[in-house]
């Protein structure tokens, strides 16, 4: 079986997400689709145009929800992949080490979380109400 991936999300890591906010909705007219905040700020923010999507979170936010990937730099990319067989997936990277074993997530996702021979983290994610 191949593994069929849909989606394509970057997820960029910064210290804060306020400054940015206004940059992708005021100037460049991006509708934000999602937040989450991380006590009285922005933890987490979505944004889409079209069928362009993209998604900031803070080093606080990574740390209250995935604290293994803490230490990811700033101004570096996660890649979230949202895909409509995650068994395919899973089947596919055995032997690949997982950064975050296979679970369930706050937001609707069973997922999957590696670590590419790059160094970068990616996330496959699939959504059963999406079917």
């Known amino acids: 079986m191949d593994p069929t991936v849909k989606k394509l999300t970057p997820v960029l890591?910064?210290?804060?997400i306020e400054p940015v906010h206004s940059f992708w909705v005021d100037r460049l007219g991006f509708e934000e689709t999602m937040r989450v905040m991380e006590g009285d700020?922005?933890?987490f923010v979505a944004f889409v145009k079209g069928s362009v999507e993209l998604m900031y979170q803070t080093v606080e936010s990574i740390r209250a929800d995935i604290a293994t990937l803490a230490e990811t730099p700033v101004g570096a990319a996660m890649l979230f992949l949202e895909v409509d067989d995650?068994?395919?997936?899973e089947a596919a990277l055995e032997g690949v080490e997982h950064v975050v074993p296979r679970r369930e997530t706050f937001y609707g996702?069973?997922?999957?979380?590696v670590r590419e021979p790059g160094g970068n983290v990616v996330v496959f994610a699939y959504f059963a109400a999406k079917e």
């Open 109 to 113: 996702a069973d997922e999957i979380v």
């Open 13 to 16: 890591v910064v210290d804060s």
């Open 86 to 89: 995650l068994d395919a997936i």
């Open 41 to 43: 700020r922005l933890g």
